[in-house]
């Protein structure tokens, strides 16, 4: 079984800065790409940004410029988020995703879902 475990979460004022890590353990093989949503109360979650394997990112237009998603090269299932100049509108629970993970058990790649962290960010 896949397990994805997130921190770094957290309490910041306007202005601040955090770091999220998320950590993939079990049998996989490989993954495509790992990347960070977020989802507020009363919204559907989004993409806030994704790292492939051979290391290209992708941002919501929100993050550009202040946040940096990056891949550990000595942990390969690793993933952070930088997270700068944070605004009360980042407040959310934020969660690691990694996406066409392939494992012994299965034939199709399957995605994975943290637990998710929560991220506020007070005026």
């Known amino acids: 079984q896949v397990q994805l475990v997130e921190s770094g979460g957290g309490l910041v004022q306007a202005g601040g800065s955090l770091r999220l890590s998320c950590a993939a353990s079990?049998?996989?093989?490989?993954?495509?790409?790992m990347g960070w949503y977020r989802q507020a109360p009363g919204k559907q979650r989004e993409l806030v940004g994704v790292?492939?394997?051979?290391?290209?990112?992708?941002y919501a237009d929100s993050a550009k410029g202040r946040f940096t998603i990056s891949r550990d090269n000595g942990k390969k299932n690793t993933v952070y988020l930088q997270m700068n100049s944070l605004k009360p509108e980042d407040t959310a629970v934020y969660y690691c995703n990694a996406a066409g993970v392939i494992t012994p058990m299965y034939i199709l790649p399957r995605d994975y879902w943290g637990q998710g962290t929560q991220v506020t960010v007070s005026s």
């Open positions: 790292v492939s394997t051979g290391g290209s990112t992708s």
């Open positions: 079990g049998s996989i093989l490989s993954i495509n790409a």
